[in-house]
T-cell receptor
Framework: GAVVSQHPSRVICKSGTSVKIECRSLDFQATTMFWYRQFPKQSLMLMAT?????????EQGVEKDKFLINHASLTLSTLTVTSAHPEDSSFYIC???????????FGSGTRLTVV | GDSVTQMEGPVTLSEEAFLTINCTYTATGYPSLFWYVQYPGEGLQLLLKATKADDKGSNKGFEATYRKETTSFHLEKGSVQVSDSAVYFCALSPPGGNEKLTFGTGTRLTIIP
């Protein structure tokens, strides 16, 4: 079946530094990838949608200069949290799809803690 | 815009009990409806889905029926097991295409032996 690998699973960083999270589709080509953020006891909120080779489409209220998304190949998308602050601490999760018929496959998520 | 309202948890049941987790939605047209499950420390996994009215999705003993008239997609299981302990998310997507998912808040289910 379709597998998506997300790395790292946990990261702790200092305020002001940048953190990169990778999302890889291991056995299929992902034409579209999605990045979500999950706050404690809350649902997943879509941050952005990225299509291979084009700029990501950000949801309203998401700072594109802070959350840089790159989808340079059909198997890899990255989310970089720039100049991280404690309020950026959250659970970030990606999903990938190759077409509507195949549905969405989720990564295992990344727990980011900014201290 | 689209939205999903899901029964709040946490829900705690004894093994072999009957489970219902309510989910209602607001959307235009005929969205596709999903239930995802998130086991501790893991990502979301698709549990079941339905793409049109009156469809019943089923998997691992879980069932949900797409009810257009009540805009609902309640999750049910006749006899839960300890291994069913997880967080369950109801979600929808617009019909067709690689569209984004809109999630409910999630319901944490704990099954006691």
């Amino acid at each position: 079946g379709a597998v998506v690998s997300q790395h790292p699973s946990r990261v702790i960083c200092k305020s002001g530094t940048s953190v990169k999270i990778e999302c890889r589709s291991l056995d299929f080509q992902a034409t579209t990838m999605f990045w979500y953020r999950q706050f404690p006891k809350q649902s997943l909120m879509l941050m952005a949608t990225s299509n291979e080779g084009s700029k990501a489409t950000y949801e309203q209220g998401v700072e594109k200069d802070k959350f840089l998304i790159n989808h340079a190949s059909l198997t890899l998308s990255t989310l970089t949290v720039t100049s991280a602050h404690p309020e950026d601490s959250s659970f970030y999760i990606c999903s990938a799809t190759r077409s509507a018929n195949y549905g969405y496959t989720f990564g295992s998520g990344t727990r980011l803690t900014v201290v | 815009g689209d939205s999903v309202t899901q029964m709040e948890g946490p829900v705690t049941l004894s093994e072999e009990a009957f489970l219902t987790i309510n989910c209602t939605y607001t959307a235009t047209g005929y969205p596709s409806l999903f239930w995802y499950v998130q086991y501790p420390g893991e990502g979301l996994q698709l549990l079941l889905k339905a793409t049109k009215a009156d469809d019943k999705g089923s998997n691992k003993g879980f069932e949900a029926t797409y009810r257009k008239e009540t805009t609902s997609f309640h999750l049910e299981k006749g006899s839960v097991q300890v291994s069913d302990s997880a967080v369950y998310f109801c979600a929808l997507s617009p019909p067709g295409g690689n569209e984004k998912l809109t999630f409910g808040t999630g319901t944490r289910l704990t099954i006691i032996p």
